[in-house]
């Protein structure tokens, strides 16, 4: 719509807003019938430009949640001035659908939601309770009758209908908040799915309402969001250690050239600090329990950082609540067969890689993007045993996020 038009219409819509009244008052201040009223109305949009009618008539709809602007449904106008840039403006929205988190990136709006893919899920009648951070307040202490899942924890999709109901509770969230008419849509997913989960996923984002819906590999737009350059005829290589798998990529001319990806990240090393801490200690701790330890003074260097943390749990041996303090060293110790796997894979990647580009990516280091980069020593651990600069990125949890707005802007940066 050009801007004259959209004037048009702004300003319309608002002349009916502005008279704040019903259908009913207006008529009876008239001292007219009010089927005169809505005959004035629909003459002034619909004789100056069905077009225009037809956009107002939207609006107004979305907006004020009347029916019809000559329906009689005037009563359920809400008076509110309507803005140059409140309406009609497609909006593209970027989604990193991860194991761990989901965000939402909404052009012009930045990262508008960030929350763990969790759902909270009755086990008696199969009906979700709760999705993202409500949820996750549930993980390992719900009743009986609450289960809190995520649904995506393995880096596939173990749970189709819950992953497609979390995103859509997720994208009407979104929605509530903004206007959008027809938005496009880009959505990062595990690299790990299948084609049919892709398909699925792209349909329950059509569902929505969509214009136009693509999927991407994640470490592609965690690449992007980094900063990096993909699209030059040189290689870079990235790797993302998330929740539940540590993706590992090669990429040149846009595309991805060789990758990996490991079940092996953020949540093994929870599941190993646990196990650490049930031998050493006969003490048993829970998942949220073990985050804690990990990013509080979780290192995988050592000699790294130092510090110590106390924690509570149950006693394997009196079955009682008991306490111990751990410290960066045992963790590192804990997480050392953890880290080692995500060092072979991507030992692996980088042999399976042509010469050339191998040693572009000797030049040019390897930048490694995921909550779990930001895991204390991992830079200098993968340096000395990579033989590669490593650079941590700046924002790693929301690296795929970014991504999405560079690439929504770069239109043919996308597949189609
Ligand atoms: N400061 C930190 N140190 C170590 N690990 C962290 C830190 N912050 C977050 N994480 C871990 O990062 C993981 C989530 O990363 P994220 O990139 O959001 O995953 P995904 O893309 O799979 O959703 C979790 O396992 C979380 O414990
Ligand atoms: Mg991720």
Redesign the pocket.
Request: proline residues 6%; hydrophobic residues 25%.
């Given at each position: 719509m050009d801007n004259k038009i959209y004037k048009r219409v702004i300003d319309e819509a608002n002349y009916i807003i502005n008279t704040k009244k019903t259908i009913r008052e207006i008529a009876f201040n008239k001292n007219v019938s009010k089927s005169t009223v809505h005959k004035d109305l629909h003459e002034r949009l619909y004789y100056i430009d069905k077009n225009l009618y037809n956009q107002v008539e939207k609006i107004l709809k979305y907006h004020l949640q009347i029916r019809h602007i000559n329906g009689g449904y005037a009563t359920k106008m809400k008076y509110k001035k309507l803005e140059r840039n409140d309406i009609l403006v497609s909006k593209d929205i970027g989604i990193?659908l991860?194991?761990?988190?989901v965000l939402i990136y909404v052009k012009g709006q930045g990262i508008v939601l960030n929350e763990p893919?969790v759902v909270a899920v009755s086990s008696e009648t199969k009906e979700i309770l709760a999705v993202g951070k409500e949820a996750h307040q549930m993980l390992g202490r719900t009743p009986g009758k609450v289960k809190a899942i995520r649904p995506l924890k393995d880096g596939v999709i173990a749970d189709f209908e819950l992953t497609e109901a979390m995103l859509n509770i997720f994208l009407k969230k979104v929605k509530g908040k903004g206007k959008f008419s027809k938005p496009r849509i880009l959505i990062c997913c595990?690299s790990n799915i299948t084609q049919v989960e892709r398909n699925a996923i792209k349909e329950a984002a059509e569902v929505t309402g969509a214009k136009r819906v693509f999927v991407e590999e994640?470490p592609k737009v965690a690449a992007i969001g980094a900063g990096l350059d993909i699209s030059v005829p040189s290689a870079s290589m990235v790797i993302?250690?998330?929740?539940?798998?540590t993706d590992i990529a090669i990429l040149s001319l846009g595309d991805i050239v060789t990758s990996k990806s490991i079940r092996v990240?953020?949540?093994l090393?929870?599941q190993e600090i646990i196990k650490y801490v049930k031998n050493k200690y006969k003490l048993l701790i829970g998942e949220r329990t073990a985050?804690d330890i990990?990013?509080e003074i979780?290192t995988v260097y050592p000699e790294s950082k130092k510090g110590k943390k106390t924690i509570r749990g149950r006693d394997l041996v009196t079955g009682l609540p008991n306490s111990i303090t751990i410290s960066s060293k045992e963790v590192q110790e804990a997480l050392k067969d953890a880290i080692y796997k995500i060092i072979y894979a991507a030992k692996n990647v980088l042999e399976e890689t042509m010469p050339e580009l191998s040693a572009d990516i000797v030049n040019k280091g390897i930048v490694v993007t995921?909550?779990?980069a930001?895991?204390d020593g991992i830079d200098k651990l993968l340096e000395e045993e990579l033989k590669v600069p490593i650079k941590v990125a700046e924002d790693?949890?929301t690296c795929?996020a970014q991504g999405t707005a560079i690439m929504l802007d770069n239109i043919n940066l996308l597949q189609k």
């Open positions: 990193d991860g194991t761990a988190n893919s595990p994640e993302d250690i998330g929740g539940g798998t990240a953020g949540d090393f929870d985050e990990k990013t979780g995921g909550g779990g930001l895991i790693p949890l795929v």
